[in-house]
C-alpha cells in the first residue's frame, strides 16, 4: 500500500533508492544521500553525521537482505534551513518529504525505513533517515553462543545479579574453544573442565550472559574478524572496537552485559576499554590463574576485565582477587590493602606516541589535577625507550605465537585472514636466537619498570587517540599504539584504563600502571582519580585587603 499523494518523481526516486540499496549499488547510495556535514543517518547502532562518515559505513556494510516495500506514508514538510549546512544549501528553494515505508524481508520479519527527502538542484536527496532492521535473534559479530542466562551462576554471592561475556578463548565446561576462527570451533573438542576465571564468577554469582568474540588467535588490536564480522563500538558509530577482546568489550558497552572476562597480552584489554569508554583492568602476569585459557604468548598473557563503571571492576577484583574468591592455591596474591601513593610519573617517551589533540586534552586534565583540592604529585620521567621495548616485546611475542598455533596453521592454509596471516607469518621466520637476545634485551627494562612504579604510578594516554573509523588504514595507529601498551606488558604490570577524555566527541582512556601485585589498590586508586576529575574546579581564593 502506498499513499496515493506522493509526487511522481519522489516515488521514482524513492523506488531507484531501493533498486541500489538491495543491489548493494554504493555509488547510487552515496548520490542519494545530500552531500555536506548536515546529512544524518541513525539506526539502533547509533547516528552518523555527514555525508562522508554514512559513505564509509556504507562500504563496510555490505547490502541488505532480499525485501520488498509492504507501505509507505508520505507527508509534505514545511522548508526551513538545514542545521550546519552552508550558505548555498540553506538558501535553495524547493519541496522536503517525509517517507515512512515498512519493509517486509524474504527470510522473515519487517523494519521501518524514516527518510527526509529534498528536492535539491532539480532531483531529489536524502538529507535525514533512520533505519530500524527487523530484530536480530543475537548479533553474530559479538556472540558465539548467548543466552538469558548462557550459563546461571551461584544464587547468591557478592557478584549476584551481574552478568558475563566471556572472550572465546576460555573453557567452559561442555563447549569448544572457538579463537575467533570457524575452522578452529569446528576442530575443536567439547572442554572438560571450566578455566578457572569462569568458574570465580559463577561461584560469586555472576552469570554469564555468553560466549563473545575475539580476533582471530587473540593476534590483534583492532577487533575486526573477517569471518564474524567487526562488532560494532559502542561509544563511536563506524569506529573500530578495538580488540582483541571486542567481543566481550562491545556487548559490554551496547549494555548487553556488565562484564566482560577478557585477556590483554598487547593491549586487549586496554585498547578497547579506550576506545568504548569502559573500564579495562589487565592484571599483574600470572596473579590470575591461566589454565583454561588457550593462550597466545605466555610470557605476556594476562586475564582481566571490562565494566561500564568503577564500582562493578572494584567488586570483581575484589572477588577474584582475593584469598577467599580464586579457585587456584597457586598464586600469592599481592597485599592490595593498602593504598598506593598520590604520585603520578608522566612518561614522555610514551606521550611522543599521543597525537596532537588527544595530547592537547591529557594536557588539561594534569593541570586540573594540579589546581584540584586534592593534588597529587606530578613529575615527568624517562620511562622506556618504546621502539626498543616493542621490537623486543613483538619478537617474543611472534616467537611464542608461533611454538602455541605455528602447527595448526601449517596444517590449515587459508584458514585465517589476510592481516593475522601475515603477522604468523613474520612470526614463523623468528629465530631462536632472535628470541634470546630479544628476551636479553627485555629484562633491563623490565627492571628500570618495575624501579620506577615502586613508589609511584605511571599516567598517560591509554591509546594514541580516539578508535580510528573502520574504514581508516589503521597501520600507523597500529604501530603508535602497540609502543604505549607493551612497556607495561612486557614488566607483567597491573594496567588500568578509565575513561576520562573526550576528544572531539568520542572516548580516550587514561592508563594508570602500579607495581605487581597492587591490582586492587590499582583500582582504588582509578577510582579516586575519576572522583577527583569529577568535581567542580576548585574556585580561586578571594583576596584580602587592608582598609
Known amino acids: 500500500m502506498t499513499d496515493a499523494t506522493i509526487p511522481a518523481d519522489l516515488w521514482e526516486a524513492f523506488e531507484a533508492y531501493e533498486r541500489a540499496i538491495v543491489a548493494n549499488d554504493l555509488d547510487a547510495l552515496d548520490a542519494f544521500f545530500a552531500p555536506g556535514p548536515g546529512t544524518l543517518r541513525g539506526d539502533p547502532g547509533g547516528l552518523l553525521v555527514g555525508h562522508d562518515a554514512i559513505s564509509g559505513f556504507r562500504s563496510l556494510r555490505g547490502g541488505v537482505p532480499p525485501r520488498e516495500i509492504a507501505d509507505v506514508h508520505y507527508r509534505p514538510l514545511a522548508r526551513g534551513p538545514r542545521p550546519d549546512a552552508d550558505d548555498d544549501a540553506a538558501s535553495i528553494d524547493g519541496d522536503v518529504a517525509l517517507l515512512v515505508s515498512v519493509s517486509r524481508f524474504t527470510g522473515g520479519g519487517r ?12 532531483r531529489w536527496v536524502i538529507t535525514a533517515a533512520h533505519v530500524t532492521p527487523r530484530t536480530p535473534a543475537f548479533d553474530r559479530s559479538i556472540w558465539r553462543s548467548v543466552g538469558d542466562p548462557f550459563l546461571q551462576g551461584a544464587w547468591e554471592g557478592p557478584l549476584a545479579g551481574l552478568t558475563v561475556a566471556v ?77 582483541s577482546s571486542s567481543g566481550p568489550a562491545a556487548a559490554v558497552a551496547l549494555g548487553h552485559a556488565d562484564v566482560g572476562l577478557a585477556t590483554d597480552t598487547a593491549g586487549s584489554i586496554r585498547v578497547p576499554a579506550s576506545y568504548q569508554g569502559l573500564w579495562g583492568l589487565r592484571t599483574t602476569h600470572d596473579l590470575v590463574p591461566r589454565q583454561g585459557m588457550l593462550p597466545l604468548a605466555q610470557s605476556f598473557d594476562t586475564i582481566g576485565w571490562l565494566t561500564r563503571d568503577g564500582d562493578t571492576l572494584q567488586r570483581v577484583a ?40 588527544t595530547r592537547a586534552v591529557f594536557s588539561r586534565l594534569l593541570a586540573a589535577l594540579a589546581a584540584s583540592e586534592d593534588p597529587p604529585s606530578l613529575r615527568a620521567v624517562d620511562a622506556v625507550d618504546v621502539d626498543a621495548t616493542f621490537t623486543a616485546f613483538r619478537t617474543v611475542q611472534g616467537a611464542e605465537a608461533w611454538r602455541n598455533d605455528g602447527e595448526w596453521l601449517r596444517a590449515h592454509p587459508g584458514a585465517v585472514g589476510a592481516a593475522v596471516a601475515e603477522r604468523f607469518a613474520a612470526a614463523s621466520r623468528i629465530t631462536a636466537a632472535d628470541e634470546a637476545a630479544a628476551r636479553r634485551d627485555l629484562e633491563p627494562i623490565a627492571a628500570h619498570l618495575a624501579d620506577l612504579v615502586h613508589d609511584a604510578v605511571l599516567i ?88
Open 111 to 122: 523494519g521501518l525505513q524514516t527518510q527526509v527527502w529534498e528536492h535539491v538542484d532539480g
Open 167 to 243: 572472550k572465546d578463548l576460555f573453557a567452559i565446561a561442555g563447549f569448544r574453544i572457538g579463537a575467533g576462527n570457524p575452522t578452529y570451533l569446528e576442530q575443536a573438542r567439547p572442554e572438560k573442565v571450566t578455566a578457572p576465571a569462569v568458574a570465580d564468577l559463577l561461584r560469586a554469582g555472576a552469570s554469564l550472559r555468553g560466549i563473545a568474540r575475539t580476533d582471530e588467535f587473540a593476534y590483534s588490536i583492532a577487533g575486526d574478524n573477517v569471518h564474524y564480522g567487526t562488532p560494532p563500538n559502542g561509544a563511536v558509530v563506524g569506529a573500530l572496537p578495538g580488540g
Open 318 to 357: 575484589d572477588w577474584c582477587l582475593s584469598y577467599d574468591g580464586s579457585a587456584s592455591t597457586e598464586n600469592v596474591y599481592g597485599a592490595s590493602g593498602d593504598d598506593l601513593p598520590w604520585r603520578f610519573l608522566v612518561p614522555e617517551e610514551i606521550l611522543d606516541c599521543v597525537d596532537p589533540d
Open 460 to 547: 598517560f594516554p591509554t591509546v594514541p587517540g580516539p578508535a580510528p573509523l573502520r574504514t581508516a588504514d589503521v597501520d600507523a595507529v597500529r604501530s603508535a599504539t602497540l609502543r604505549m601498551t607493551a612497556p607495561a606488558a612486557a614488566a607483567g604490570l597491573p594496567a588500568v584504563s578509565v575513561p576520562l577524555l573526550t576528544v572531539g566527541a568520542a572516548p580516550v582512556g587514561v592508563c594508570l600502571v602500579s607495581r605487581a601485585g597492587t591490582d586492587i589498590a590499582l583500582v582504588r586508586l582509578a577510582r579516586r582519580l575519576e572522583a577527583l576529575v569529577a568535581r567542580p574546579a576548585r574556585p580561586p581564593r578571594p583576596r584580602t585587603t587592608e582598609s
